[in-house]
């Protein structure tokens, strides 16, 4: 619950303070997602609901009008990314990483698909010039916190008599 | 002991009806009821964050601000060691062709303290006085230009009259042509530059500055622009008028040169 918790102030100091200086070319990670993507992946499909529904929450405060959407799409990710938690090796990060990306664009296809009122072709756009890039960057950070995470974690032991 | 868990661990189908639900109303919800429970929620939880960035993002501009104005200085003060070094070559010449010395004058900061009430102010009050060695006919200067002059001085204020005042006239001259002329207010937003005969070369644009015959303005301070130079047929002078160099409705701080020596001024 802690770590549920340090993950959450994490997406409110990333939203208010620090997304400006992690943008590149208009595109930013979406920090949100990435940690739904790892508690679901590590912890279980409740906990990924979990984190996307109150990280959600968080994000859609910061964009009233579809305030409830990017809640609803990031607990169903959440909840969906957690299947994947027992069919992946644990020490492979990239995995995890690049499920994290696709994550992120089906987020980014279903936001932006209500944002625009349901038109295909400012969806497209959006997703080609800023998600594209956005899932990219989103995955580079994945891989790093997978990566750090699978190296902090605690062996245990094998064999016990 | 192990770590407190989420609610509805076992309990799958609960959790999912319990947080689409919860989204769903959310999504319904009026869009007024939305913007002002995202107010609210904003306000409370990401203001303290948003005021940090904010004061991060301005004390990141004062350093830039900082280190061009330290910049700004160092070219300031080359230019016034230049300029001082000028100067010196400037009197030793007066001095060997026999001419009598440049006033030597100081600036004293001042604020401004009162304005006059009227549409266009001919008069200002700022917070120096006679007490910071300000008397009567100093004259006053913007880092643009010329302000005007001190009519009066108490102890702690001095009132200043402005360029635009009818009684304030300037001996002046045409900084390219030399052309001498009194700069004073006659009508309209623009100052006048007054005895120029019909064959003297003004022409539009040219800097009009004091020439310090008057014996008040030392010489050399900028009071405007030429922004009209007509040729009046049925006169002997021309009409020209000028673009005061500084902006008299937005005045914050002025500077009066007061007499470096006592009794320094040019008009004792």
């Not at chain 1, 295909?120 to 580079?140: C, E, N, Q, W």
């Not at chain 2, 009567?136 to 102890?155: E, F, W």
Request: proline fraction near 5%; glycine fraction near 10%; charge should be positive.
């Amino acid at each position: 619950m802690k770590s549920f918790l340090f993950g959450l102030l994490g997406v409110v100091i990333f939203e208010s303070l620090l997304r400006p200086y992690f943008a590149i070319g208009g595109a930013c990670p979406d920090l949100g997602l990435i940690l739904t993507a790892y508690f679901a992946l590590t912890r279980g499909a409740v906990e990924g609901l979990f984190f996307g529904f109150v990280s959600g929450f968080l994000i859609d405060v910061l964009h009233p009008s579809l305030m409830g959407w990017g809640m609803l799409l990031r607990l169903a990710l959440g909840y969906w990314l957690g299947g994947f938690k027992d069919n992946l090796f644990l020490e492979n990060f990239y995995s995890k990483g690049i499920i994290a990306a696709l994550a992120v664009l089906i987020y980014e296809l279903g936001y932006h698909l209500a944002d625009t009122g349901f038109s295909p072709a400012a969806t497209l756009y959006i997703l080609g010039r800023y998600s594209l890039l956005g899932a990219v960057y989103s995955m580079v950070l994945a891989f790093v916190l997978f990566f750090f995470a699978g190296r902090t974690k605690k062996k245990e032991p094998e064999f016990t008599l | 002991m192990s770590e407190l868990s989420v609610p509805f661990k076992n309990k799958p189908k609960v959790a999912i009806a319990l947080t689409a639900g919860f989204s769903l109303l959310l999504l319904i919800l009026p869009k007024d009821v939305k913007l002002s429970f995202s107010a609210t929620i904003s306000n409370t939880l990401y203001a303290p964050f948003f005021s940090l960035g904010q004061d991060f993002s301005e004390l990141l501009a004062v350093q830039e601000t900082n280190r061009r104005l330290k910049n700004e200085l160092l070219t300031v003060k080359l230019e016034n060691q230049a300029l001082k070094e000028t100067g010196l070559e400037n009197e030793r010449l007066r001095k060997l062709l026999g001419l009598s010395a440049l006033p030597d004058f100081r600036p004293v900061a001042a604020e401004l303290v009162g304005v006059e009430a009227t549409h266009r102010p001919t008069e200002i009050t700022v917070n120096r006085g006679a007490k910071d060695g300000i008397r009567r006919n100093l004259p006053v200067v913007h880092l643009n230009g010329l302000v005007g002059k001190v009519l009066d001085a108490t102890p702690d204020a001095a009132v200043i009259q402005l360029l635009f005042d009818p009684g304030c006239r300037v001996a002046a001259r045409d900084r390219r042509s030399r052309v001498l002329g009194i700069v004073k207010w006659k009508s309209g937003p623009y100052l006048s530059l007054d005895n120029v005969s019909l064959s003297d070369d003004v022409a539009i644009g040219d800097t009009i500055i004091s020439s310090g015959l008057g014996g008040i303005f030392p010489e050399g301070l900028v009071i405007g622009t030429v922004k009209t130079a007509l040729a009046d047929t049925a006169s002997f002078f021309r009409r020209i008028e000028v673009l005061p160099a500084v902006s008299f409705s937005a005045l914050d701080e002025v500077f009066i040169w007061v007499p470096a020596k006592p009794g320094g001024e040019i008009r004792k």
